[in-house]
């Protein structure tokens, strides 16, 4: 099993770019969580989804879309990036709320 | 104010040494979780505590949930340099609930 994957791994975007990242699992999962981790900051969380089809907002929502179409990905979009929006971003994906969650290793995403 | 408070931020210390840390907070938390994430990957669970005061071993690691379920502790003895990573805690308010981060302890344990 390859668990959480990721793609793409680092990304350099210039303000006001869109782009989408990827995230995929292969654990049959229900629940999948996009984060972003920044130094000191732990991780934060941005939007998730309890099922294929809803989505609902984390912690940090603003400036990024996502989509859940189907049960196994999870897409995060940034629409119009800026240079807040440098960070590590990770892909989790659990049983339920409470249980253990599974990362992805990560996109580095700079934005310029 | 992060709702679970981790400390310190930074730790370094020499191989063999022990060291702990500790995850606070004034919220109580049905289960309590503890991950080490290592550079350029994303965190792994080490362990779950779910009953206040519990305790439990993974080989040198210590995990302790205190009695109230509002703090827990992470105890690493005769550290080794495998051991550096940085270590999240992450809490459910309610059986159910999303899971809630602290801000991280990097350790560093030099050879």
């Known amino acids: 099993n390859a668990g959480v994957t990721q793609t793409p791994k680092f990304r350099v975007l210039k303000t006001g770019q869109s782009m989408t990242l990827l995230c995929a699992q292969d654990?049959?999962?229900?629940?999948m969580y996009w984060y972003r981790q920044d130094p000191g900051m732990g991780l934060r969380l941005i939007h998730y989804s309890v099922g294929e089809g809803t989505t609902a907002k984390g912690e940090v929502p603003d400036g990024y879309n996502v989509s859940r179409l189907k049960k196994q990905n999870f897409l995060l979009g940034l629409e119009s990036a800026a240079p807040s929006q440098t960070s590590v971003y990770f892909c989790a994906s659990s049983r339920g709320n409470s249980y253990e969650q599974y990362f992805g290793p990560g996109t580095r995403l700079t934005v310029t | 104010t992060q709702l679970l408070e981790q400390s310190p931020q930074f730790l370094s210390i020499q191989e063999g040494e022990n060291l702990t840390v500790y995850c606070n907070s004034s919220s109580v938390f049905s289960s309590l979780q503890w991950y080490r994430q290592e550079p350029g990957e994303g965190p792994v669970l080490l362990v779950t505590v779910v009953t206040g005061g519990e305790v439990k071993k993974l080989k040198r690691l210590t995990f302790q949930f205190g009695d109230a379920r509002k703090d827990s502790s992470l105890h690493i003895t005769a550290a080794q340099t495998g051991d550096t990573g940085l270590y999240l805690c992450?809490?459910?308010?309610?059986?159910?609930?999303?899971?809630?981060f602290g801000g991280g302890t990097r350790v560093l344990v030099k050879p």
């Open positions: 992450a809490g459910a308010r309610a059986a159910g609930n999303k899971l809630t």
């Open positions: 654990m049959n999962h229900e629940y």
